[in-house]
């Protein structure tokens, strides 16, 4: 049974760091894309960020700069390093898998896998 694991989440000031991690078992998803996305309250899920298996990345404008994806293929994770975090980073934040990049900004909900979310709480 494939699982996606997220961890790290938690509380954090306005202008603070959090790293978040995704661990996948079940099986080896060598030339998958793994990313992140995040809801949150009374908003609809969004794109945040991807990476492919040979470490292309994209990320959604309201992040760029700010937040770093990468991945550890040998052991099947993908972090999000989240820096100068403003409270509208609130979000429940989801990883998932992925068979291209493309896949995550133009029908993820065709995505093949998803996490169960870690919540993140930005205080001003």
């Known amino acids: 049974q494939v699982q996606l694991i997220e961890s790290g989440g938690g509380l954090v000031q306005a202008g603070g760091s959090v790293r978040v991690s995704c661990a996948t078992s079940g099986r080896t998803f060598s030339s998958y894309a793994m990313g992140w996305f995040r809801q949150a309250p009374g908003k609809e899920r969004e794109f945040v960020a991807v990476i492919g298996w040979l470490g292309t990345t994209l990320y959604a404008d309201s992040v760029k700069g700010r937040f770093t994806i990468s991945r550890d293929n040998a052991k099947n994770t993908v972090y999000l390093q989240m820096t100068s975090l403003k409270p509208e980073d609130t979000a429940v934040y989801y990883c998932?898998?992925?068979?291209?990049?493309?896949?995550?900004?133009?029908?993820?909900?065709?995505?093949?896998?998803w996490g169960q979310g870690t919540q993140v709480t930005v205080s001003s």
């Open positions: 998932a898998l992925g068979r291209s990049l493309a896949v995550f900004t133009t029908t993820p909900k065709s995505l093949d896998y």
